[in-house]
């Protein structure tokens, strides 16, 4: 029962992560259509990376909370899932958006998850 509680929590932050991205973008791109051409403004690329960095955070303490036992590790576990899908997201800005963006993109999600989960533990 255990693994299956550990499964439950990782997928219970990452099913948060996806949903508040998900609404965050249809919301974005109707109120602010011009958000949606390529390479992204500097405006869209910062509020990117910040909601993606929150949400990630929420995500990671959502699945510390949940976790059965360890709660750091559920949270890591999630931070690599977030990092290897980040890094996938952020090969499709290769060549289009310059600068340090892609690697931020890849990088500070996984950061924020991890981060949410130390202040789940520190704070619970």
């Keep these: 029962m255990p693994l299956l509680r550990s499964f439950i929590a990782i997928g219970a932050g990452f099913a948060c992560m996806a949903l508040l991205t998900a609404i965050t973008t249809l919301l974005t791109r109707w109120l ?62 290769r060549g289009q958006a310059l600068g340090f963006y892609p690697l931020a993109l890849a990088v500070l999600p996984a950061m924020a998850t991890l981060a949410g989960g130390i202040l789940s533990v520190l704070y619970h």
Excluded at 62 to 70: G, H, R, Y
């Design 32 to 93: 602010v259509p011009s958000w949606a051409k390529m390479p992204p403004s500097r405006a869209a690329r910062l509020f990117n990376l910040v909601a993606g960095c929150l949400y990630s955070m929420l995500g990671g303490r959502i699945t510390a909370m949940v976790a059965p036992i360890s709660p750091l590790v559920h949270s890591l576990i999630l931070a690599i899932i977030v990092l290897l899908i980040s890094t996938i997201a952020a090969s499709e800005f």
